[in-house]
């Protein structure tokens, strides 16, 4: 299965729209990762206040209304943002995974209960149930934020997982290896996770930009990274008083999100087909 991941991912990224998206988040991670060298403090407020000023050489992205610089504020919100989603992508794939994983290979009681349970919070919108979640907390810490989004991100990936251990389990290498007397953690281990890498990478690909648009979301509405801590959600909210004298000041940071949530999207269905076998 490793070789034929790692065929679909070079497929995926012989084609326009996957090598367009893989171009676009590298860039994004560069910038992210050797922007704070080059330019100046996000937080950085001038001693004189003279107001928003729009795009010139010392600042390309022009300034805001506390005259911190908007580009550096937007490479800042991007290692927010790319953190935020990696990790709180991680933590959904690995819980759906496991779920998946236990619920189809165990099958009975136990795949119903968990069945019935993903059910249940399925029907729960998530923006709701994160709502509920955020506000315990007056400042919520970036980690625990990383983990609330990635606990409630799950559900969808683990009925994914469990369909496809349902269509495996009945395979012949499966069942050599119960013939064998493989234990049920080796065969979940060796046999069905790598056989299922491939689906949950594509769902992890396209979850990326629901996860940043989602936290960009949070940030707006006041209940996700807090300042002064730059991200590109609540760089918009505090471009609000002045989003028509000084659109500079919202419109980067949108742009940041667009193009992020398609070069996600770009790179997921381009993994999508590559690993479809109906284009193969």
């Given at each position: 299965?490793?070789?034929?991941?790692?065929?679909?991912?070079?497929?995926?990224?012989?084609s326009?729209?996957?090598?367009?998206?893989?171009?676009?988040?590298?860039?994004?991670?560069l910038?992210?990762?050797?922007?704070?060298?080059?330019?100046?403090?996000?937080s950085?407020?001038p001693?004189?206040?003279?107001?928003?000023?729009g795009?010139?050489?010392?600042?390309?992205f022009?300034?805001?209304?506390?005259?911190?610089?908007v580009?550096s504020?937007?490479?800042?919100?991007?290692?927010?943002?790319l953190?935020v989603?990696?990790?709180?992508?991680?933590?959904?794939?690995t819980?759906?995974?496991?779920?998946?994983?236990?619920?189809?290979?165990?099958?009975?009681?136990?795949?119903?209960v968990?069945?019935?349970?993903?059910?249940?919070?399925?029907?729960?919108?998530?923006?709701?149930?994160?709502?509920?979640?955020?506000?315990?907390w007056?400042?919520i810490?970036?980690p625990v934020?990383?983990?609330?989004?990635?606990a409630?991100?799950?559900?969808?990936?683990?009925?994914?997982?469990?369909?496809e251990?349902?269509r495996?389990?009945?395979e012949?290498?499966?069942?050599?290896?119960?013939a064998?007397g493989?234990?049920?953690m080796?065969?979940?281990?060796?046999?069905?996770l790598?056989?299922?890498?491939?689906?949950v990478?594509?769902?992890?690909?396209l979850g990326?930009?629901?996860?940043?648009?989602l936290?960009?979301?949070?940030?707006f509405?006041?209940?996700?990274?807090?300042p002064?801590?730059?991200?590109?959600?609540?760089?918009?909210?505090?471009?609000?008083?002045i989003v028509?004298t000084?659109?500079w000041?919202?419109?980067?940071?949108g742009?940041?999100?667009?193009?992020?949530?398609?070069?996600?999207?770009?790179?997921?269905?381009?993994?999508q087909?590559?690993?479809?076998?109906?284009?193969?």
């Amino acid at each position: 299965m490793t070789g034929s991941l790692a065929r679909a991912l070079r497929v995926a990224l012989r084609s326009q729209g996957g090598r367009t998206g893989a171009a676009l988040l590298a860039l994004l991670a560069l910038a992210a990762v050797i922007g704070p060298w080059f330019l100046p403090d996000p937080s950085s407020i001038p001693e004189t206040l003279a107001g928003p000023l729009g795009p010139v050489a010392a600042h390309p992205f022009g300034t805001d209304q506390l005259g911190r610089d908007v580009l550096s504020r937007t490479v800042s919100g991007a290692r927010i943002s790319l953190t935020v989603g990696v990790f709180a992508v991680a933590v959904a794939m690995t819980l759906g995974t496991l779920v998946g994983l236990v619920a189809g290979y165990a099958g009975g009681l136990l795949d119903a209960v968990l069945m019935r349970l993903v059910d249940a919070a399925l029907a729960i919108p998530r923006l709701f149930i994160l709502l509920l979640l955020v506000l315990v907390w007056d400042r919520i810490p970036l980690p625990v934020l990383i983990l609330v989004i990635g606990a409630t991100g799950w559900f969808s990936t683990s009925r994914l997982v469990r369909g496809e251990v349902l269509r495996l389990r009945g395979e012949p290498f499966i069942l050599a290896a119960e013939a064998l007397g493989a234990s049920p953690m080796r065969i979940i281990g060796h046999h069905l996770l790598p056989n299922v890498a491939g689906p949950v990478i594509v769902a992890a690909t396209l979850g990326l930009g629901d996860v940043i648009l989602l936290e960009a979301g949070l940030s707006f509405l006041g209940l996700g990274v807090q300042p002064p801590t730059a991200s590109w959600g609540g760089m918009i909210l505090d471009a609000r008083p002045i989003v028509a004298t000084a659109p500079w000041a919202a419109l980067f940071p949108g742009l940041a999100i667009m193009v992020t949530v398609l070069a996600a999207n770009l790179v997921g269905e381009a993994l999508q087909s590559a690993l479809d076998p109906r284009t193969a």
